[in-house]
T-cell receptor
Framework: GAVVSQHPSWVICKSGTSVKIECRSL??????MFWYRQFPKQSLMLMAT?????????EQGVEKDKFLINHASLTLSTLTVTSAHPEDSSFYIC??????????????FGEGSRLTVL | GEDVEQSLFLSVREGDSSVINCTYT??????LYWYKQEPGAGLQLLTY?????DMKQDQRLTVLLNKKDKHLSLRIADTQTGDSAIYFC????????????FGKGTTLSVSS
């Protein structure tokens, strides 16, 4: 079945550094990918919609300059947390839709990337 | 606006049935989903139901949809300790690349 892979699965960094998280669709092409953020014991919050070949669409309240999204190809989207601070520590999950999945609209999720900023 | 509501906790004994409830507000939802999240892991799609159905059964899982009341439920028969996880219901508005909107998740705790 369709697989979405994220890398790294866990990253620890010092405050002020930038961290890049990759999201890949392994056996299907995804013109659209989605980035979510999950705080401990809370639901997922949609951060942005990543569109291949164009700018990402950010949800209200999400800083574009803080969370840079690039969707360079049909199988890869990256999220870069710039100048990370401890409050950016969170679980980041990407997802993508496999349009060949029979029209169910099923979203496949990556395993998530845990960012800890010291 | 869209909003999906779930109860936060459910505790059951092994072997009992679990019923997790969800209400949603957008009547135009075409598909409704149940996802499972184990600690520290991503989300796993459990099952989904199309809005023109009122019930779907998949092995131990039964999904009931009451479109009039905008109520969705997930029943897990013969609940096992391995079913302990957070369960999210979610709705999608259309198939044009719109992301899912999630509830806050129900933490299911199964005791032996």
């Amino acid at each position: 079945g369709a697989v979405v892979s994220q890398h790294p699965s866990w990253v620890i960094c010092k405050s002020g550094t930038s961290v890049k998280i990759e999201c890949r669709s392994l056996d299907f092409q995804a013109t659209t990918m989605f980035w979510y953020r999950q705080f401990p014991k809370q639901s997922l919050m949609l951060m942005a919609t990543s569109n291949e070949g164009s700018k990402a669409t950010y949800e209200q309240g999400v800083e574009k300059d803080k969370f840079l999204i690039n969707h360079a190809s049909l199988t890869l989207s990256t999220l870069t947390v710039t100048s990370a601070h401890p409050e950016d520590s969170s679980f980041y999950i990407c997802s993508a839709r496999d349009l060949s999945s029979g029209g169910t609209g099923e979203l496949f999720f990556g395993e998530g990337s845990r960012l800890t900023v010291l | 606006g869209e909003d999906v509501e779930q109860s936060l906790f459910l505790s059951v004994r092994e072997g009992d049935s679990s019923v997790i409830n969800c209400t949603y507000t957008d009547s135009s939802s075409t598909y409704l989903y149940w996802y499972k999240q184990e600690p520290g892991a991503g989300l796993q799609l459990l099952t989904y139901i199309f809005s023109n159905m009122d019930m779907k059964q998949d092995q131990r899982l039964t999904v009931l949809l009451n479109k009039k009341d905008k109520h969705l439920s997930l029943r897990i028969a013969d609940t096992q300790t391995g079913d302990s996880a957070i369960y999210f219901c979610a709705e999608i508005l259309n198939q044009a690349g719109t992301a899912l909107i999630f509830g806050k998740g129900t933490t299911l705790s199964v005791s032996s």
